[in-house]
């Protein structure tokens, strides 16, 4: 019980934070461009409700998951994160490939599966983003410098160049 009161204060704080930073998108109202303005101040008024409701109607007694679960989303929290610094220097195809593979993998542990999941996906949103949804960006695949590499996997090191 009281971890969802935590939890919800938490969440509370976090959007009303984002609310504020919302509030300083610069919009021209009178070009109707008040939209980029708009959806964040939406997502932020949801997020706010939703913690309201987990503050004053806890749950009586939550089942919290093995620690094995949580070993779980910390190693995919940590591949999504390589794998955003890597898209730059990579490109599409081979960051998406380990990503998808890796987080198969830890859903059912058959490596031939997770495999083929991994190339399928990689190759299936490479065509649909470039050619079904004519996503012009998108760069299959980098060969990639020392440096870039250097630079991307800096990102990760807290207090490293950037």
């Known amino acids: 019980m009281a971890s969802d009161r935590i939890f919800g204060l938490i969440t509370l704080i976090t959007a009303v ?9 610069q919009t021209n109202f009178f070009s109707g461009e008040f939209l980029p ?8 008024a949801v997020a706010a409700i939703c913690s309201l ?3 004053f ?13 949580f ?5 995919a929290v940590f591949v999504l994160a390589v794998y955003a610094v890597m898209l ?8 998406t490939m380990f990503a998808a593979g890796i987080l198969s993998f830890q859903i059912s542990l ?16 490479f065509v649909l983003f470039k050619y079904a949804l004519g996503l012009g960006n998108i760069v299959a695949y980098r060969i990639p410098t020392v440096e870039k590499l250097w630079n991307a996997i800096t990102v990760l090191i807290p207090f490293v160049g950037h």
């Open 110 to 125: 058959r490596i031939g599966p997770a495999i083929l999941s991994g190339l399928g996906l990689a190759v299936g949103l």
């Open 37 to 44: 303005k708009l959806f964040p101040l939406l997502i932020g």
């Open 53 to 55: 409701v987990l503050v």
């Open 17 to 25: 934070a984002y609310i504020a930073a919302a509030t300083q998108i």
């Open 88 to 95: 730059s220097p990579l490109g599409f195809l081979l960051p």
């Open 57 to 69: 109607k806890p749950d009586p007694d939550p089942e919290w998951p093995a620690s094995r679960t």
């Open 71 to 75: 070993v779980s989303m910390g190693i």
